[in-house]
C-alpha cells in the first residue's frame, strides 16, 4: 500500500503540469501546481457529484 502511495505521489508533479511552467521561477511554478490542484479536486467533486446523482 505504502509503495502505491509514493509510486502516485512521486508521478503527481509531471501529470499536475509542474514541467511546463508558464512564468519561470519558483513562483510561477507554484501558482501553476496551484492552479492545477485546483481544477483537478474540482473534477473530481464534479464527477463525484454526478455518479451520487445516478445511484
Known amino acids: 500500500m505504502m509503495l502505491?502511495?509514493?509510486?502516485?505521489l512521486s508521478l503527481s508533479p509531471?501529470?499536475?503540469?509542474?514541467e511546463n511552467a508558464?512564468?519561470?521561477?519558483?513562483?510561477?511554478?507554484k501558482m501553476q501546481?496551484?492552479?492545477t490542484l485546483?481544477?483537478?479536486?474540482m473534477k473530481r467533486m464534479i464527477k463525484l457529484i454526478n455518479e451520487k446523482e445516478i445511484k
Open 4 to 8: 502505491k502511495q509514493q509510486t502516485s
Open 14 to 18: 509531471y501529470t499536475q503540469g509542474y
Open 22 to 29: 508558464i512564468t519561470s521561477g519558483l513562483f510561477g511554478m
Open 33 to 35: 501546481g496551484a492552479a
Open 38 to 41: 485546483f481544477v483537478v479536486n
